[in-house]
């Protein structure tokens, strides 16, 4: 069974650029979400889809933080305009049918971005 | 507020010792899930286990073994006889389920470092 796709992998952009991140799940996995994981730190997350719909956006900087999943499959973060403090690895994760906390979240290699 | 607490920074280790890395975790759920999950050099997060409240048993997976105490909230992870591709950063994680929202809330990790 495939694992959760992530690209790119890396990314180097300039501050005030604008930036895409592309992840595909685990297949059948209903439930999607987006982390932000900066260095030294354990992972924070930023949006959480169940099938096409958000469940929880609470901690995720609507100002310039973006995402979507529009099929209820793919799903794509984007930051516009990024700043210094976007430096850090965006990890995409996927869960089974309901997220329900009995789910085990599977992740993907993440998204390492340097802000310049 | 769930919290998890990873005191140990990084520990090193030279290859054969056992090692236990500590978790400590608050919240207010009676039903809650614990995981342990690794991060190589590579990047991605790589699920290791998963606890709910209800089951204090200790678990062993191969050299791996866990520990689950409800009356001092931790759960703490044991690595027999080490070996060099254990090396990593473990995080210890808390799930807590918000209607049908699955939040994950991980501590800041322990790095691990064996050494021949």
Known sequence: ?116 | AQKVTQAQTEISVVEKEDVTLDCVYETRDTTYYLFWYKQPPSGELVFLIRRNSFDEQNEISGRYSWNFQKSTSSFNFTITASQVVDSAVYFCALSEATGTASKLTFGTGTRLQVTL
């Open chain 1, 1 to 116: 069974e495939a694992g959760v796709a992530q690209s790119p992998r890396y990314k180097i952009i300039e501050k005030r650029q604008s930036v895409a991140f592309w992840c595909n799940p685990i297949s059948g996995h209903a439930t999607l979400y987006w982390y932000q994981q900066i260095l030294g730190q354990g992972p924070k997350l930023l949006i959480q889809f169940q099938n096409n719909g958000v469940v929880d956006d609470s901690q995720l900087p609507k100002d310039r933080f973006s995402a979507e999943r529009l099929k209820g499959v793919d799903s794509t973060l984007k930051i516009q305009p990024a700043k210094l403090e976007d430096s850090a690895v965006y990890l995409c994760a996927s869960s089974q049918v309901r997220p329900l906390s009995t789910d085990t979240q599977y992740f993907g290699p993440g998204t390492r971005l340097t802000v310049l």
